[in-house]
C-alpha cells in the first residue's frame, strides 16, 4: 500500500425512469427493462420526440406559491432521506462530524424552476433565487459544500472532488452525486441542436440517432475506510481514483479521435495504481448520437478492446449533470451485486473498427475487480471514475496490486 488514505461507499440513493431506488433499478436492469416513455409534463408536439426517462414519481412540475419546493429539491429530498438510511447514518451524526462531513453536488438546471417562475410572475420578484442552499441541510452537512456544472460530467467531477478531498484528510465522509429534473428549457436546447432521438436512444447501435433526455439523480454516501469498518458500515465498492481533462476541440462536439476520452481514462487507471489490460467493465457515457458513441468506441478500444461495455442511458435517458452519478452508481452496484447491466435497444454494434464487448439485451453476471464510469461533457469537459470491488483486508499480498485488490491468476497483467 502507498500510505494514501482508502475511500469507499457506504451508501447509495437512486432516482432514475428505471426506478425510484436502487433495487428496483437493478431489477429493471437485469431484464434490460427500459423506463423510457412518453411525458405528461409539458407539450412534445413541437419536438422531435416524446420519449423521455420521467421518474416513476409524479413530483410537481412547476413553482405554483412561494412555499412550493422545486422539482429539484422534491427528487433530493426522497435521495437525501434513502442515502442516511443506506448508509445506517443520520443527520444528527453527520452534523456532529462538522467540518469533517462535506457536500459535493452537481446540477445543470437545477434553479431553473425559479427562474422560469419568476418570468412567468408566478413569484414575485423578491423569490427570484435559486435552490441549492437549502440541499446541505438536509443531510446536516456542516463542512465545505462544492456545486459543480460542468455540464454533464458534473456528476462523476462530483464524486471526484469528494473523493480526492478524503483521501488527502480534508474530511472523513461526503455526500456526493446530483440531480436534474426534466425541463422544456433543456429539451428544447438539445431539440435545436438536433441530437434527440425520435425513439427511445440506443447507443453504439448502428441505427442510433440521438439522446433521449431523462431525469431524477443519486447519491453516494463516501467515507474514509478504517472509520466505516470501525462503525460496521455495509461496503458496496471502493473509489480508487479519478481522471478529468478537456478536448478543447469544439464546444458542443468531442475530439472525434476519442483522445481525450482516453486520457480520462488512463488517468483514472493510474491514479488507481492497476494497469488498463485490469479493467473489466466500462460504464460508458453513450449518449445515442453518431459522433460521441464513436469517439468514445475508438478512446475504449485504445484502454482495454477486450473489457465489457454497456451504457445504461438506455435505462435511464440521459440525466445531464446528475448522468455521471447515476452511472457511477449502476457501475457500483455492478460491482457489488456481480451484475453488469445491459444497453437496451442494442441490436448490431456499429464499430467494426472498434470491436468491443458489449453487454446488450439483459445483464451479464460476472464477477468484476475494476470497472470504470465515464461522462463526457459539452465544453470538452471529460470525467472518468475508477471504482474496485472491496477486499475486507489490511494489508494485500506482494502478488497483489497497490490498491489492495486480489488479483486472479488468471488475470492479465
Not at 405528461?40 to 412547476?62: H, N, V
Amino acid at each position: 500500500m502507498d500510505g494514501r488514505r482508502r475511500v469507499v461507499v457506504t451508501g447509495i440513493a437512486m432516482i432514475t425512469a428505471a426506478g425510484m431506488d436502487k433495487e428496483t433499478f437493478m431489477k429493471h436492469a437485469a431484464e434490460g427493462r427500459s423506463g423510457l416513455r412518453g411525458t405528461l409534463l409539458f407539450p412534445t408536439d413541437k419536438l422531435r420526440t416524446d420519449y423521455f426517462g420521467e421518474t416513476p414519481k409524479r413530483y410537481a412540475y412547476e413553482i405554483q406559491a412561494e412555499s412550493d419546493e422545486s422539482r429539484t429539491e422534491q427528487i433530493f429530498g426522497d435521495l437525501a432521506e434513502e442515502l442516511l438510511r443506506d448508509a445506517g447514518l443520520d443527520a444528527a451524526r453527520l452534523a456532529d462530524l462538522d467540518e469533517r462531513a462535506i457536500f459535493s453536488f452537481a446540477t445543470s438546471v437545477g434553479t431553473n424552476d425559479y427562474m422560469t417562475a419568476h418570468v412567468k410572475q408566478v413569484l414575485p420578484d423578491s423569490v427570484s433565487r435559486g435552490n441549492l442552499h437549502k440541499l446541505p441541510p438536509k443531510l446536516g452537512i456542516r463542512g465545505a459544500t462544492f456545486v459543480n456544472t460542468s455540464a454533464c460530467s458534473a456528476g462523476t467531477t462530483a464524486i471526484g472532488t469528494a473523493f480526492s478531498m478524503i483521501r488527502a484528510g480534508l474530511a472523513d465522509l461526503a455526500a456526493a452525486g446530483g440531480v436534474d429534473p426534466l425541463t422544456e428549457f433543456s429539451t428544447y436546447g438539445f431539440h435545436s441542436l438536433q441530437n434527440l432521438s425520435a425513439l427511445p436512444c440506443r447507443p453504439f447501435d448502428r441505427r442510433r440517432d440521438g439522446i433521449t433526455l431523462g431525469e431524477g439523480g443519486a447519491l453516494f454516501m463516501l467515507e474514509e475506510r478504517e472509520a466505516a469498518l470501525s462503525r460496521g458500515a455495509r461496503i458496496y465498492a471502493e473509489v480508487l481514483g479519478y481522471g478529468l481533462g478537456n478536448d478543447a476541440y469544439h464546444p458542443t462536439s468531442p475530439d472525434p479521435t476519442g483522445q481525450g476520452a482516453y486520457r480520462v481514462m488512463r488517468q483514472a487507471v493510474r491514479q488507481g495504481g492497476i494497469e488498463s489490460a485490469e479493467v473489466d467493465y466500462v460504464n460508458a457515457h453513450g449518449t445515442g448520437t453518431v459522433i460521441n458513441d464513436d469517439m468514445e468506441a475508438k478512446a475504449i478500444a485504445l484502454l482495454r478492446p477486450d473489457c465489457r461495455v454497456s451504457s445504461t442511458k438506455s435505462l435511464t435517458g440521459h440525466c445531464l449533470a446528475a448522468a455521471g452519478a447515476v452511472e457511477a452508481a449502476a457501475t457500483a452496484l455492478a460491482l457489488k451485486h456481480g451484475s453488469v447491466p445491459p444497453t437496451a435497444g442494442l441490436d448490431e454494434p456499429d464499430f467494426e473498427d472498434a470491436p468491443l464487448r458489449f453487454v446488450r439485451g439483459r445483464a451479464e453476471p460476472v464477477r468484476l475487480r475494476y470497472a470504470l464510469s465515464n461522462s463526457f461533457a459539452f465544453g470538452g469537459n471529460a470525467a472518468s471514475l475508477l471504482l474496485g470491488a472491496h477486499v475486507d483486508r489490511d494489508e494485500a499480498s506482494p502478488e497483489q496490486p497497490r490498491s489492495g485488490f486480489a488479483r486472479p491468476e488468471s488475470a492479465p497483467r
